[in-house]
């Protein structure tokens, strides 16, 4: 596929020159002692705004424009009823500390959606405040610190395998823990060093499943029992529950915390990087725990029930992210029990496709069955002076945004892939040609890539040695 | 779609996509979901608008709650362009080349927070400003190795909750100082009392819960070595000396305030910026400016060596997913105001709360506002029969009163917060001076 993103020579919205006059002011508002001496924002017409940001967005690639299959990220399009729903005054227009009275909408879809994701995830309970995934290990991780301290029981430390996401032992490191990571065998959990790891001082087991490298830990109720026994928690990383919806529940594999990604699992837009929403769900147990309010109804209306017992309190303002929800809610609802169960079979379907395409052409670490995303090492693209990260700058000459690359880091020059349901055959084979053309390629051609993206080669190195994070900052430095 | 199935099955060589599932043990399956089957768009778009019908929108009652969520008018163009979905159907710009819109957007974004809190550096969003507080307590440990943090009395109190949950992880001790009772502003004697040689951090925010202004300065007067980290609202910054040139070292807030929806408290945008000389301990992701292979200006993700992708538990942050969207939405509503709308949408809030003040200070049994520092968009009222019965009541008329303040303020039992913003109309504050007239 040949491809050619648009190029606009775009200086920063700060050095546009003003060309609108000011407004006046009404004098003597604040005491002069109070007040800035310079405010460095240009004055300009909202045409000349629009035109300034529609030339940013035309520079930029999303779910949208192309196959973007990085993996764990779960990168699927987003139906768009959801978008025009969350943009209605309904949903847009409430204060959170209006009455109850006044918000029986948004808090019946609260209620139904909670209601929802404990089916999907086999939990008793779901609290939908944190922010994102690492914010809801965080919250899993305070509430497993609180139900240890009242329980009298003083625990230190957090277990994760070596393939799990970065987020968890940073995490983990955050509520205070000292982060035991255990290296995997075959690409799973190795239950000897599990168990030699779990005792008296554990805290918690966190767990991707199917993990990192898109194979499902088949081990994992042996896993939970190593765990119980040790009296610790199991944590459920949500970032792939994707691949089994319909086909098993973490509650099923006697998870005990687990969270869901709505901006993964059911489409809500990633936003560039955000905004998303992590709802927490825990089975009966913890449920006392939970962050507070969560949304109940007594058979005539709905309220923010702030009675949780032991509950860990809040972790952010509010109640969750209400716009991501409203989404998600949308989403479920449209695709159905039918439409999720699709949804794994697909993702799976797509990932264990791509895969065979491609496991010939580059090496593929622990021969297994695939879930919803795979890991190929790039690591004899070295034999040419390539690396992995020279591939997937060519890949964006053809059209494709690059897989994530180097994680998991057990797996040396890493391209985790995963394509999602939401890709065809046509571009499945376009993407698996796009590689293998690329492997066939000029070692220099390659190694110059990318030429059709909007700017050439970025220098990262550069700016990680000179940061320059600011228009002042770069104005000092140019 | 569904028909081409059948052809990757036999292309992979098996008879059905259950074959691909023959690694889930037996005791762990499930029989489907129990949930009903998906339905066509046009009766879920039916269903969900029959739903939220239910809400009463602040359009339709007038509302004069503010503590951190503002009802502010946004530009038509900020949706438009929001909605382009080259920018939200992409995600964190991990691959620079493919993603410099996103990046520059958010290199916009971050000149602007440091211009308006008068910083060198900020990053490109946290969670909301309870979590960006949060955060900043915890990188003040990180520059300083000291473990106290001294918060006022005068802030909204889930930003307290939210903060002592963050302190648990690291064993912070968290101190509150008062308020002076006249002013509303902190009490900068118990303050210089309270920092000791263990204090690491001390914040203020102003406007702070009781919508008046602190003075930064005399803050940090009082806090000797302590870091100074000052809670802003953006929008009064277009006004208000920036806590940068006050000697703050960090900056936190709450960006809903501009380009972002109310949406019931979420999602919302947490400003984060600080000095130059401690860019490195900052958490969450930022974006710098560089250049490309031929030289050009070219931006990507500076830093990451902080960040947990990379450096796992020693990173100074565990986000990843942040409100990059919410962050642009803020940027294209700056940009569209522009200096001048900017300055002028502020100088209207404070005009309109003066006045709204006023008029209730008129009326018999009301004094507001009850602090006499200078004020933003909110203000306290005290009435003198008490404040919960006044809440039933005005709801009763059609009309969310304040934020009542009796829950957390033994001293402010008959009191509430009112915010007005540029939405209200006249017609909506003569509303509330009937309501409360008839009562007084």
């Known amino acids: ?478 | 779609m569904a028909s081409e199935e059948p052809e990757i099955l036999k292309e992979l060589g098996i008879k059905s996509v259950e074959e691909l599932f023959s690694d889930l043990p037996s005791e762990i399956r499930v029989e489907g979901l129990d949930l009903e089957k998906g339905r066509p768009e046009r009766e879920v778009r039916k269903e969900v608008m029959n739903i939220l019908a239910k809400n009463r929108t602040v359009g339709e009652m007038p509302c004069f709650l503010g503590a951190g969520v503002y009802n502010h008018y946004i530009p038509s163009a900020v949706s438009e362009l929001l909605s382009r979905s080259e920018f939200y159907s992409s995600y964190t710009p991990y691959q620079p080349e493919i993603s410099q819109g996103m990046l520059q957007a958010l290199f916009e974004y971050q000149s602007l927070i440091c211009e308006l809190t008068g910083m060198e550096a900020a990053n490109s969003s946290m969670y909301d400003a309870a979590t960006a507080l949060a955060e900043a307590c915890l990188m003040s440990v990180r520059i300083t190795r000291k473990k106290k943090i001294i918060i006022p009395k005068s802030i909204f109190w889930e930003k307290r909750t939210v903060l002592e949950n963050y302190a648990k992880g690291p064993g912070l001790q968290i101190e509150e100082v008062a308020y002076d009772g006249s002013m509303g502003t902190v009490n900068l004697t118990q303050l210089k009392d309270a920092v000791d040689g263990e204090t690491s951090a001390v914040y203020v925010e102003s406007p702070n819960l009781f919508g008046v202004f602190e003075n930064f300065a005399e803050v940090k007067e009082s806090i000797g070595d302590a870091l100074l980290i000052a809670g802003v609202n953006p929008l009064s910054l277009a006004l208000v000396a920036p806590p940068g040139d006050l000697g703050a070292d960090i900056a936190v807030g709450e960006g809903q305030t501009l380009g972002n929806p109310m949406n019931f408290g979420g999602p919302l945008v947490g400003l984060f910026a600080c000095k130059k000389d401690c860019i490195r301990k900052m958490p969450g992701r930022v974006i710098g400016a560089t250049k490309d292979a031929h030289g050009r200006r070219a931006y990507c993700m500076a830093l990451q060596t902080r960040e947990q992708h990379i450096r796992r538990e020693k990173a100074t942050s565990n986000i990843c997913t942040n409100e990059s969207l919410g962050a642009v939405a803020f940027a294209i509503h700056a940009a569209i105001l522009g200096r001048s709308g900017l300055r002028k949408l502020a100088t209207e809030n404070i005009s309109k709360a003066k006045e709204l003040a006023g008029r209730i200070n008129s009326l018999e049994g009301f004094e507001s506002p009850v602090f006499k520092s200078p004020h933003f968009n909110e203000f306290v009222v005290q009435s003198q029969g008490g404040y919960s019965d006044i809440d039933d009541y005005l709801l009763k008329q059609g009309i969310q009163g304040g934020l009542p303040l009796s829950t957390h303020f033994e001293d402010l039992k008959n009191c509430a917060v009112f915010c007005t913003t540029e939405m209200h109309s006249k017609e909506d504050h003569d509303m509330l001076i009937n309501a409360l007239e008839g009562i007084s």
């Open chain 1, 1 to 478: 596929m040949s491809y050619r993103q648009a190029r606009f020579d775009e200086g920063l919205i700060q050095e546009m020159k003003d060309t609108r006059d000011e407004d006046e002011l009404i004098e003597n508002i604040l005491p002069d002692s109070m007040l800035r001496k310079k405010l460095d924002i240009p004055n300009l017409h909202e045409f000349e705004v629009t035109r300034h940001y529609t030339r940013l967005s035309q520079m930029n690639f999303g779910v949208d424009t192309g196959i973007y299959p990085l993996g764990s990220c779960t990168m699927k399009y987003t139906p768009k009823l959801g978008e025009v729903i969350v943009r209605t005054e309904e949903a847009t227009q409430t204060h959170p500390l209006q009455n109850e009275a006044a918000v029986q909408g948004s808090l019946q879809i609260m209620y139904e959606l909670q209601e929802m994701l404990c089916k999907i995830g086999g939990v008793d309970a779901v609290s939908l405040q944190p922010a994102a995934g690492a914010h809801c290990e965080f919250t899993g991780l305070l509430m497993a610190r609180q139900y240890h301290e009242l329980n009298g029981d003083k625990r230190d430390e957090v277990i994760l395998p070596d393939t799990s996401h970065g987020t968890n032992p940073a995490s983990a490191s955050m509520m205070g823990y000292r982060v035991i990571e255990i290296p995997s065998k075959d690409g799973r959990v190795d239950l000897d060093a599990l168990e030699n790891a779990a005792g008296e001082r554990t805290a918690a087991f966190m767990l991707t499943n199917p993990n990192t490298l898109g194979i499902f830990e088949d081990d994992v109720l042996e896993i939970a029992r190593i765990v119980h026994d040790s009296g610790a928690i199991l944590y459920y990383d949500g970032a792939n529950l994707n691949a089994v919806m319909g086909k098993t529940t973490p509650g099923k594999m006697n998870f005990d915390i687990v969270h869901f990604n709505l901006h993964k699992t059911f489409s809500t837009p990633h936003g560039g990087g955000g905004p998303g929403a992590g709802p927490i769900g825990v089975m009966s147990r913890l449920m006392d725990f939970l962050p507070s309010p969560v949304v109940a109804y007594d058979g005539q209306k709905y309220f923010l029930d702030y009675d949780i017992p032991k509950s860990v309190g809040k972790v952010r303002s509010f109640y969750g992210s209400f716009a991501v929800l409203l989404r998600a809610y949308v989403y479920i609802k449209m695709l159905g029990s039918d439409g999720l169960e699709w949804v794994a079979e697909r993702s799976v379907l797509n990932s264990n496709y791509l895969k065979e395409r491609l496991k010939d052409h580059l090496d593929m670490p622990f021969k297994d069955l695939r879930k919803h995303e795979f890991v190929l090492s790039g690591a004899k693209l070295k034999e040419r002076g390539l690396t992995t990260k020279d591939l997937a700058k060519r890949l964006m000459d053809y059209g494709f945004h690059p897989p994530t690359v180097y994680f998991p880091q057990i797996v040396e020059e890493a391209l985790m892939i995963e394509p999602t349901e939401t890709e065809n055959k046509e571009t499945l084979d376009a993407f698996a040609d796009a590689i293998i053309s690329i492997l066939g390629e000029d070692r220099e051609k390659v190694a110059g890539a990318p030429y059709d993206a909007a700017v050439g080669r970025v220098d990262e190195v550069n700016a990680a040695r000179n940061p320059i994070l600011s228009w002042k900052m770069l104005l000092n430095e140019e």
